[in-house]
Antibody
Framework: EVQLVESGGGLVQPGGSLRLSCAAS????????MHWVRQAPGKGLLWVSR???????IYADSVKGRFTISRDSAKNTLYLQMNSLRGEDTAIYYC???????????WGQGALVTVSS | QSALTQPPSASGSPGQSVTISCTGT??????VSWYQQHPGKAPKIMIY???ERPSGVPDRISGSKSGSTASLTVSGLQAEDEADYYC?????????FGGGTRLTVL
């Protein structure tokens, strides 16, 4: 079964750092475009970042310079390193696999990140 | 920036059909997808490439596009269809989502 499982969420103070993990099973993560998408409480979906199979990376302007996407092929895991966190980064963070022309399936269950003092 | 605009809400009675619009999509590609999200759950793909249904999605769910407006139609409304629906597109290397439409089954 193709599955994504996020971990690493939690409460962090403004200015702090957190690393999210997204463990893939049922497929080889490094052969797919992989994305991070977030959803603030009660709000809509917002795309955060993506990594291509070749390692090409793009970030949304709101996280550029603060967040870093990476992967460990041996562990079949995607990461999102989040630094200089702000209150507006509070959200559920989902990882998702892109299929075909940039449609996402499956999605992970999400990891809640709360930035608060 | 590719802003996608959806109505905040839509509703219909069981058995009826409801259409949700998404304006701002590119008229030059078919990179439009739709996601369903139930409260507390992760989004689920319903439609990709404007009108294609992944396996497991019922055929009463359909998508279309005219110019820069994409649409999702849910026919034969059922209680389980009550959820938030998001359109999405891809442009300039970035992915964009609409603001979401809450579908209420009356």
């Amino acid at each position: 079964e193709v599955q994504l499982v996020e971990s690493g969420g939690g409460l962090v103070q403004p200015g702090g750092s957190l690393r999210l993990s997204c463990a893939a099973s049922g497929f080889t993560l490094s052969t797919y475009w992989m994305h991070w998408v977030r959803q603030a409480p009660g709000k809509g979906l917002l795309w955060v970042s993506r990594m291509s199979p070749a390692g090409s990376i793009i970030y949304a302007d709101s996280v550029k310079g603060r967040f870093t996407i990476s992967r460990d092929s041996a562990k079949n895991t995607l990461y999102l390193q989040m630094n200089s966190l702000r209150g507006e980064d509070t959200a559920i963070y989902y990882c998702a696999r892109a299929a075909g022309n940039n449609w996402f399936n499956p999605w992970g269950q999400g990891a809640l990140v709360t930035v608060s003092s | 920036q590719s802003a996608l605009t959806q109505p905040p809400s839509a509703s219909g009675s069981p058995g009826q059909s409801v259409t949700i619009s998404c304006t701002g999509t590119s008229s030059e590609n078919n990179y439009v997808s739709w996601y369903q999200q139930h409260p507390g759950k992760a989004p689920k793909i319903m439609i990709y490439e404007v009108s294609e249904r992944p396996s497991g999605v019922p055929d009463r769910i359909s998508g279309s596009k005219s110019g820069s407006t994409a649409s999702l139609t849910v026919s034969g409304l059922q209680a389980e269809d009550e959820a938030d629906y998001y359109c999405s597109t891809y442009a300039g290397g970035n992915t964009f989502f609409g603001g979401g439409t809450r579908l209420t089954v009356l």
